[in-house]
């Protein structure tokens, strides 16, 4: 009992460092993303954080299996390189009993990544898709902020406002550039710029917003072209376009897992069996750990690390490709997913009694050239 909980801490010690660092590096790539979205004004930036809270178990159900693997590899390479795992088996640790030990926390683990895969995650794909679409019901007003050029998420519009008063309603020092294109718009007829003392919003009865600016100049076509012509205006009012709003949420990763039971649909049946194999995943990991964290104390611990990783890309690469070949019907469902994992558990049982039986004909060949 001793030894299993010496092991288990060093695994799972080793699993939250890694498992953390993973899902800083992830998280921090994807942040990124929606910065740059919010410094376009296509998000609003209040909701970024909220944003990453509920993609959080989308990323841990990925990150855990790989955190699991890394740790075993890290943690049981450690005890081999200071000939703890030497003392181990000279006590009657064998590989078996070691891997039956490591499988205590790696069922904690599978549990963990099965409740994110199969409730956790489907529902925060599910609310970042309700928050994005509240985000395309945004107006220019809503997400403009002083002092930044912010280009419409079409890219036909740049507008630009030194001063915004704080219920989002009166600016001063407008700029707005938008391109203007012939009637089936396969031409572009050059930009046509406003410039504004100042302006505010104006909704009409129909619900239409409309930016009232006054005391400025609007500027149409190329400067030295013949069209070119400049208007001096006291009120000049410019349509805001309307948002297009989705309330339908299309995405298979927000589908609930009990709406994916029983369905016939290719893409529903191929994403149950990826939720479910992820919990798989775990267990499949930890038997090709266990047999590639042995590492000779002269070789290092880093010697089987590269292959190691490179090994287990292979098998969630192949577990992703065959999702998306079920998907497009390449692949027959009954086959489904299963046989990749069938492949990985070939390979690791292969692992774990390869080294054994190659040291039994060593000592068996040092026997006979010794008798």
């Known amino acids: 009992m001793i030894v299993f909980r010496y092991l288990s801490r060093e695994v799972l010690v080793t699993l939250s460092a890694v498992s953390a660092v993973l899902l800083v590096i992830i998280m921090s790539g994807r942040f990124i993303k929606y910065l740059a979205q919010a410094a376009q004004g296509v998000l609003d930036p ?15 159900q990925l990150i855990l299996p790989l955190g699991l693997f890394l740790g075993i590899l890290l943690a049981y390479g450690r005890l ?35 409740w994110l895969s199969l409730g956790l995650a489907p529902q925060g794909v599910t ?47 407008v700029f707005i550039s938008e391109k203007r294109f012939n009637q089936d718009k396969t031409k572009d007829r050059g930009p046509s710029v ?12 129909d619900g239409n917003r409309y930016l009232i600016l006054e005391n400025g100049y609007r500027y149409d076509g190329n400067p030295g072209q013949a069209d070119y012509r400049a208007i001096k205006y006291d009120t000049y009012g410019v349509l805001l376009p309307k948002p297009e709003v989705s309330e339908e949420i299309t995405e ?37 750990a266990v047999p590639l964290s042995r590492v000779n104390p002269r070789q290092g611990r ?4 590269l292959p190691a990783i490179l090994l287990y890309m292979a098998y969630l690469t192949m577990l992703i ?13 009954g086959l ?35 008798g």
């Open 46 to 60: 209040s909701v970024l954080f909220l944003i990453m809270g509920y993609r959080l178990p989308g990323f841990l």
């Open 80 to 114: 081999y390189l200071e000939s703890e795992m030497t003392v181990l088996s000279a006590t009657g640790m064998s590989q078996q009993r070691l891997l039956g030990m490591t499988m205590a926390p790696a069922a904690l683990v599978a549990l963990l990544v099965a």
């Open 127 to 173: 609310q970042v898709a309700k928050i994005i679409n509240q985000q395309d019901a945004l107006t220019e007003f809503d997400t403009l902020v002083p002092g930044r050029f912010q280009t419409l998420r079409d890219g036909s519009r740049v507008t630009y406002t030194e001063q915004l008063s704080d219920d989002r309603v009166n600016l001063g020092g």
């Open 194 to 205: 406003l410039v504004a003392e100042k302006g505010h919003q104006q909704v009409n009865a």
């Open 252 to 288: 298979r990763e927000a589908i609930p897992t009990s709406q994916l039971i029983g369905s016939d649909g290719l893409r529903e049946r191929a994403e149950l069996q990826w939720r479910l194999s992820l919990p798989l995943l775990v267990f499949v990991v930890t038997l090709l």
């Open 302 to 305: 880093f010697l089987k690390l």
């Open 321 to 333: 490709a065959v999702r998306g070949a079920l998907e497009k019907g390449k692949l027959p469902i």
């Open 336 to 370: 489904g997913i299963w046989w990749v994992h069938g492949l990985f558990l070939s390979i690791g049982l292969g692992l774990m009694y390869w080294e054994p039986l190659r040291l039994k004909r060593a000592a068996r060949r040092a026997e006979v050239a010794h």
